[in-house]
Nanobody, 116 residues
Framework: QVQLVESGGGLVQPGDSLRLSCAAS????????TNWLRQAPGKEREFVAR????????DYADSVKDRFIISRDYAKNTVYLQMNSLKPEDTAIYYC?????????WGRGTQVTVAS
């Protein structure tokens, strides 16, 4: 059974940094594309970043490019999202997602709030 557990969210000020973690079980993160998405209040869930399987590369939404970095630790079976220069518009619940064997798998999310 695939399980994804996000952590690392919190309340920070504009310009601060946070690192989110997505710990996986039931699947090896190096074998699938892993996505981070976010959903702000009253808005639809949107793509943030993706790390491709087998070290094939990364992809970012334009709104976070040059500020966020997605990475993977094979030993810990965890995918990270390093978020720098945070802005109030980054406030959202952040979700980890993989598509595996025909099914979308989601974590429960972690809240990130950016406010002064």
């Amino acid at each position: 059974q695939v399980q994804l557990v996000e952590s690392g969210g919190g309340l920070v000020q504009p310009g601060d940094s946070l690192r989110l973690s997505c710990a996986a079980s039931g699947i090896m993160v190096g074998t699938v594309h892993t996505n981070w998405l976010r959903q702000a209040p009253g808005k639809e869930r949107e793509f943030v970043a993706r790390i491709l399987n087998g070290g094939a590369g990364t992809d970012y939404a334009d709104s976070v490019k040059d500020r966020f970095i997605i990475s993977r630790d094979y030993a810990k079976n965890t995918v990270y999202l390093q978020m720098n220069s945070l802005k109030p518009e980054d406030t959202a619940i952040y979700y980890c997602n993989v598509f595996y064997r025909g099914n979308n798998h989601w974590g429960r999310g972690t809240q990130v709030t950016v406010a002064s």
